[in-house]
DNA sequence: TCATCACCTGGAGA
DNA sequence: ATCTCCAGGTGAT
């Protein structure tokens, strides 16, 4: 079991994995479906429902992950710059509806979209004479229409969420049941869904699923990957990843970087946007 | 199979 | 103020 005296929050939460948590003087607030968790550092929880050890992965072997991905001398010199930055663990539903939303949006606007969405539809959470909305679930979400969801600013968007909230509802999305899928049959299942590709589904997986051997390929990664690994990762050229460069990527990725790739790849992106002085909560 | 392109919206920069 | 550009992509042509 890993001591809670080793995440840092500041890099967890500022890492991109997340977009509705906010800082109230001491303390980070967050919203992690029907629970709201407040937490200060060095790490102590205020509140929150459930158990924090789910939350921050403190299952994971970290040391174990750490000599792994340090095999790399790039992701391992990340490591120790980034040290105690974690994955996390999140609401299945939440995480999905929230990277569905961050197609070719920004972070500060994803934030607004989601923000909008849990003070229409969640539940009112007071905290020190503070108001919080729960993320609502796809139940509650089930009779919104597409015209409440543009009100949320969720712009073309509404359509893929509207759908994606269906494909709850019906069963044709069980999480449970993806958790316990092979990564490329998930993977496969996620992406029937419109408005998932590649990229956000490993996005679900990885933050919301277990499966750390995904590595979402955004255009950051991209960058990455073709900047320090050019040998390694040549991307043939083309700027646009088609559906079979993805996979080719990925796979070269995982064998690369090993089981752990996901978490390769969350101090790869941190890295990189604070080297371009990017913006995050 | 692959490259282009439109797409809602709001924030940042000119 | 007003405008342009672009943002952690995806689906349709």
Not at 66 to 89: E, H, K, N
Not at 182 to 197: N, P, R, S
Not at 216 to 226: E, M, V
Request: with cysteine; net charge positive; proline share 3%.
């Amino acid at each position: 079991m890993q001591s809670t005296a080793t995440i840092n929050l500041n890099f967890t939460i500022n890492s991109g994995q997340v977009f509705l948590w906010e800082k109230i003087g001491e303390k980070w607030a967050g919203i992690n479906g029907n629970d709201l968790l407040v937490i200060k550092e060095p790490f102590q929880i205020i509140s929150s429902k459930k158990p924090a050890r789910h939350f921050f992965r403190l299952d994971d072997n970290q040391p174990r992950i750490l000599s792994r991905i340090g095999r790399d001398s790039l992701v391992g010199t990340a490591a120790r710059q980034f040290s105690g930055l974690r994955l996390m663990r999140q609401d299945p539903f939440q995480c999905y509806i929230s990277f569905i939303c961050s197609s070719n949006s920004s972070i500060q606007n994803i934030r607004n979209m989601l923000t909008r969405l849990c003070t229409k539809f969640g539940d009112k959470i007071e905290f020190e004479n503070r108001q919080f909305f729960t993320f609502p679930s796809a139940k509650r979400l089930s009779n919104a229409t597409t015209k409440d969801l543009l009100s949320c600013g969720l712009g073309f968007r509404a359509k893929y969420v509207k759908d994606a909230i269906r494909a709850v509802n019906t069963g044709k999305i069980e999480f449970e049941s993806l958790k316990k899928e092979d990564y490329g049959t998930a993977l496969e299942t996620l992406k029937t869904v419109k408005g998932v590709g590649n990229k956000i589904a490993d996005c679900i997986l990885l933050f919301s699923l277990d499966k750390l051997e995904s590595f979402p390929i955004d255009r950051w990664t991209q960058r990455i990957l073709q900047k320090y690994y050019p040998k390694i990762f040549y991307s043939s050229g083309g700027k646009s990843l088609t559906e079979k460069k993805y996979a080719n990527l990925h796979k070269k990725v995982v064998e690369y970087f090993g089981p752990y790739a996901g978490y390769s790849q969350q101090f790869l992106f941190k890295l990189e946007r604070d080297l371009n002085k990017k913006n995050w909560l």
